[in-house]
């Protein structure tokens, strides 16, 4: 069963910063989108952000300007750079990469790494 590994979270004041990042505990053919979630206690999980296989990029509003995304497409990993960062920020943040099948998308999961924002 492959998984994503996250790694990079963490606890960081106001307006630091932290790189998260997530790769696959094995090689996953053929990736199409890979992105972000992230959950904070008591709410749904949302979405945070995604990067296409060609490198188009989206992000959640509230995000937009702070937080970058990227991927090596030869390694299969995805990265999330959060700068100024806030406590709202405060969350489980979960990656996942989608690989087209024959049979549909299959999706893959990380088991998800905390950020913690202190005011």
């Known amino acids: 069963q492959v998984q994503l590994v996250e790694s990079g979270g963490g606890l960081v004041q106001a307006g630091g910063s932290l790189r998260l990042s997530c790769a696959p505990s094995?090689?996953?053919?053929?990736?199409?989108?890979m992105g972000w979630y992230r959950q904070a206690p008591g709410k749904e999980r949302e979405w945070v952000a995604h990067?296409?296989?060609?490198?188009?990029?989206n992000y959640l509003d509230s995000v937009k300007g702070r937080f970058t995304i990227s991927r090596d497409n030869t390694k299969n990993t995805v990265n999330l750079r959060m700068n100024n960062l806030k406590p709202e920020d405060t969350a489980v943040y979960y990656c996942?990469?989608?690989?087209?099948?024959?049979?549909?998308?299959?999706?893959?999961w990380g088991q998800g790494t905390q950020v913690t924002v202190s005011s």
């Open positions: 094995r090689n996953i053919f053929s990736i199409s989108t």
């Open positions: 996942y990469a989608a690989s087209p099948q024959a049979m549909g998308v299959k999706w893959y």
């Open positions: 990067i296409t296989s060609v490198g188009n990029t």
